[in-house]
């Protein structure tokens, strides 16, 4: 009696691992939950509320981006001009504040301002077939000229003391609003992703973009739409980082492209589309958060920090890629 | 006559993939100057079996023994395969798209000169060389996609020639080759064998078998079923039948004469370019039209612009002129979006290149042309979505564990019939297929066959593609032969036969 029931626990106990591991977001939550262990067993700060809000927080302006990162990679694109669009939004709306425009107003002008480069992008790429990467590349020197042209380099400040309660106004005394609004952010995007038929368009477009022609989904209109969400995403995110900051900085974003589409990539999102999901990728960007944190609270050196998100990167698409290979034997015994 | 001598043989050998038999104590042999044909149903273990002797499954990843030529060979990858002398063309053709003929025959084996650079010259000589032995007349620089498929089968089978194996293995060489393509083709494997190769041959294509090899061997589930000699003769319906393990007694549906004259679609002067060569017309002028519920047959040589025309009417590919009328309106279709909404469904003719997305799961694979109707609100409604996936599931009869598997771990035939349900889920007035049955298992042919006429009796037409002329002749009601880019003949269903057909799709 005794012995079946050992052995239905332990069945089940497999069953769930085997459920848990087939699951794509599988390997990111591992390699989080044993480096937070590690981390928090070298210096428990790490795990303090303060510290911990702290890493939330930052992870709220990449996270922003990833969920529109996400969309983009698995329709099998890419998205380098982010990082630029970050600062051209938060330029345009300090500068329109400055001009005595609305917060509101203003806000939505840095919106619009990211709207307007994605359907750039999306128009290109779409129309003449220029590879994303190329594009984007493009995009990214053509918004930071835009910025360095508009700015001269000079930091647009002061801003607004209302617009600055924005992202600085804490809830229940402690939460900063950005956690609220990034999260809201991703559950939205997950939804979309997950339960519409724009998502499954998204899903169909990565998996094979001609199948997904002849099924009737309309590739033009799916790709544009990535495209601009991904880049209003991105001003949306500068805005807040702004209104942080308390001044809109000419430079700042440099190199947040790349930290954005490694996290994507760490949180499982396929480089060739059509796999992925937002849970994962943001887990990636709160891993992304997580390491430079820890590094600093572990005391190793600046210096080490890229070298070790290198390594990490790669080391996630290995995992990523032997476990798939897992998922593939799997069906083929199931073939047979 | 004596025996011949055995230059390869194969003892007991067992493969398993994760607990499943893949193969079951096999042991066979090839006999010096044999065709051999190797057949079988997908899933029969052909592919596994080949791969162990080409070497792609290490000599540790299952147990038994291979000889060649007497002598134990343990391979441990294709490379000492190679070595062993047994050379593989695979089904894909694996070519180098970009690069030419010369380039490609030679790849990996360049020769140098004494500087170590690419001796070019040398290179296309060897290329020529023995390209003159398949009696092929190919320019060696010309780019690999620039030729026919039919060309770029003889310049893969050129590069396993010049690693001079004693052994050929072909996997479904001619499913890419028209009738006459094929014919050549045989023929060039004679004269192979004569000149000491032996080969063994994988087709569906029973005829081909028959006429071309001196012995078969029969695998099913694993196991090696029986061996049939060309000297004894061949008997088609036992063979199929230890193929498949049941009776079949006729593999081709019964069709009734229709009694429904209504045209249903009607093209006119269409007018296609050509994909590949700038400011040419593939089709030139071609004007037919559908009736409901009839089968139409669209015969042609591979190169014809069949898959052209018929992508050209779905929205695909841009036409240059052409009208298109439906149920006597004349209809705009710009893209394969219009062309759903019309009622009209295309089943590609290579799966795996616009077929199926193989990153989704069975269930999503079929809804994907009517996400729009399975929406509820913003969302789709996701227990519509499975139930309509169950429904045609069990109803085309997939066999795989269930709605959620992944497409790419089923067969050929089993994608194919998923791909089949993604079109009956809408609104379907007109099907077309384009080559339905290519690479595709006996008895879900014959389940694909029996679905058509089901399908033609409720009312819709289906327009067909095949190269597979004993097929075409047997399931369709009408025909045309596409040629030079005009309808070269327009047959019944009484007066057609392979000859006419033929005779019409290469007037020259």
């Known amino acids: 009696m005794l012995d079946i029931k050992r052995d239905n626990k332990k069945g089940s106990i497999k069953k769930f691992l085997k459920w848990f591991f087939i699951r794509q977001e599988s390997s990111i939550i591992i390699v989080l939950v044993l480096y937070s262990l590690i981390v928090t067993l070298v210096n428990p700060v790490f795990i303090s509320t303060a510290n911990v809000i702290n890493i939330l927080r930052s992870t709220g302006f990449t996270l922003i981006m990833v969920v529109g990162m996400t969309f983009v990679l698995i329709t099998a694109g890419l998205d380098l001009s982010v990082g630029a669009v970050f600062a051209l939004g938060a330029i345009i709306c300090g500068l329109s504040m400055q001009a005595g425009i609305p917060i509101i107003l203003s806000i939505l002008l840095g919106m619009l301002s990211g709207l307007v480069i994605g359907i750039f992008i999306g128009t290109v790429i779409v129309k003449t077939g220029i590879p994303p990467l190329i594009v984007t590349l493009g995009m990214m020197y053509v918004c930071r000229g835009l910025v360095s042209i508009i700015t001269k380099g000079v930091p647009v400040y002061p801003l607004p003391e209302q617009f600055m309660l924005i992202e600085q106004t804490k809830i229940f005394n402690s939460l900063p609003v950005i956690i609220l609004i990034s999260v809201a952010i991703a559950v939205i995007g997950h939804i979309i992703l997950s339960k519409t038929v724009f998502g499954r368009s998204v899903y169909a477009i990565g998996g094979n973009e001609e199948a997904a022609k002849i099924s009737g989904i309309n590739i033009t209109k799916v790709k544009m739409a990535v495209y601009i969400m991904t880049s209003t995403l991105a001003a949306i995110s500068g805005i807040l980082m702004s209104s942080r900051l308390g001044s809109a900085e000419p430079a700042a974003g440099t190199g947040i492209e790349l930290k954005v589409i490694a996290g994507s990539i760490i949180g499982g999102i396929s480089t060739f589309g059509g796999m992925g999901t937002i849970l994962g990728a943001s887990l990636g960007a709160l891993f992304m958060e997580v390491m430079t944190n820890s590094l600093t609270l572990m005391k190793v050196s600046v210096y080490w920090q890229n070298l070790v998100f290198g390594v990490i990167l790669i080391a996630s698409v290995l995992l990523d890629q032997y476990k798939r290979r897992l998922i593939i034997r799997q069906s083929v015994k199931a073939k047979d | 006559m004596k025996e011949k001598r055995v230059i390869l043989s194969v003892e007991n050998i067992t493969k398993r993939f ?43 990843e299952y147990e038994g023994n291979i000889y060649v030529n007497n002598k134990l060979c343990q391979f441990r ?113 004679h004269e192979m064998k004569e000149q000491g190769i032996s080969c063994i041959y994988i087709s569906h294509k029973l005829d081909e078998v028959f006429q071309l090899c001196d012995r078969v061997i029969v695998l099913r589930d694993g196991q090696l079923i029986c061996e049939y000699e060309k000297k004894h003769g061949y008997d088609s319906k036992s063979i199929i039948n230890s193929m498949i393990g049941r009776r079949l007694d006729v593999m081709y549906p019964q069709i009734e004469k229709k009694e429904d004259d209504t045209e249903l679609l009607r093209i006119e002067n269409f007018r296609v370019p050509h994909t590949s060569a700038y400011g040419k017309s593939i089709i030139k002028d071609v004007s037919f039209s559908i009736k409901k519920g009839e089968i139409l047959g669209l015969a042609g040589l591979v190169g014809s612009g069949r898959s052209e025309l018929v992508n050209a009417i779905f929205g695909l590919l841009p036409k240059t002129s052409g009208r298109i009328y439906m149920e006597g309106r004349e209809a705009k279709i710009n893209n394969p979006e219009d062309a759903i909404k019309l009622g009209i469904g295309l089943l590609t003719e290579d799966r795996k290149k616009n077929g199926y997305v193989w990153s989704m799961s069975i269930e999503h694979n079929m809804t994907l042309a009517i996400l729009r109707e399975l929406r509820k609100g913003i969302f789709i409604d996701s227990k519509k979505e499975q139930e309509i996936a169950k429904e045609y599931f069990t109803k085309l009869n997939v066999k795989a564990p ?38 595709i298992d006996v008895g879900t ?33 009408r025909f045309i032969v596409l040629g030079k880019g005009v309808v070269q003949a327009e047959l019944e269903r009484g007066e057609a036969n392979e000859v006419n057909i033929m005779q019409a799709a290469s007037n020259t």
């Open chain 2, 77 to 189: 990858n294709p490379h000492d395969s190679e070595n062993a002398g047994i050379a593989m063309i695979y089904q894909e053709l694996n070519l180098e798209l970009d690069l030419t003929v010369a380039e490609n025959i030679l790849l990996g084996r360049y020769p140098r000169t004494k500087l170590g650079f690419v001796d070019w010259k040398k290179m296309r000589k060897m290329a020529k060389e023995v390209l003159e032995r398949l009696h092929a007349n190919i320019d060696v620089n010309a780019t690999v996609r620039s030729l026919s498929p039919s060309m770029q089968q003889l310049v893969c089978i050129a590069r396993a020639l010049l690693r001079n194996p004693k052994i050929l293995i072909l996997d479904e060489p001619t499913s890419v080759l028209t009738e006459n393509e094929t014919k050549v083709f045989m023929n060039l494997l």
């Open chain 2, 445 to 477: 042919k014959a389940e694909i066959y029996k679905l058509m006429v089901d399908l033609s009796k409720s009312g819709i037409s289906i327009l067909m593609i095949s190269s597979e002329l004993p097929e075409l002749l047997a399931m369709c009601d």
């Open chain 2, 402 to 439: 269930g709605i959620k598997t992944l497409i790419t771990s089923l067969s050929g035939g089993n994608q194919q019939k998923v791909i089949l349900a993604r079109w009956l889920m809408t609104k379907l007035k007109l099907l077309i297929l384009d080559e339905p049955t290519r690479g």
């Open chain 2, 18 to 60: 994760l607990g499943t038999v893949a193969l079951n104590k096999v042991s066979m042999e090839l006999r010096e100057n044999e065709i051999l044909a190797v057949i079988g149903e997908n899933g029969a273990g052909k592919s596994t079996l080949m791969k162990i002797l080409s070497g792609i499954y290490s000599s540790k």
